[in-house]
């Protein structure tokens, strides 16, 4: 069963922590079996706005988590937790 992974940013911080994370994230996704299924322009239709959005799919939570925990990824997220106030969630797909 397919699991999403979304990141959702609320606030930046630091736009040079965040400008590190986008140059050193896509490296850390080579290696898994992942989609980038939106990121980009967007529109808030309801609630409060965001600074942007991103959904990764992944074919598994296993999968998902594999790569969010991995080492790679977990040295890089650090510049994304220096940079901005993000939500992410990972939820199992039908």
Known sequence: MPAYMIFTREKVIDQAELDTYSKEVMPTLASHPVKILAYGAHQTLEGTPTGGTAILEFPDTASAMAWYDGPEY??????RFRG???????IEGR
């Open 74 to 79: 977990r040295k890089v997220r650090e510049h």
């Open 84 to 90: 901005g106030k993000y939500t992410a969630i990972l």
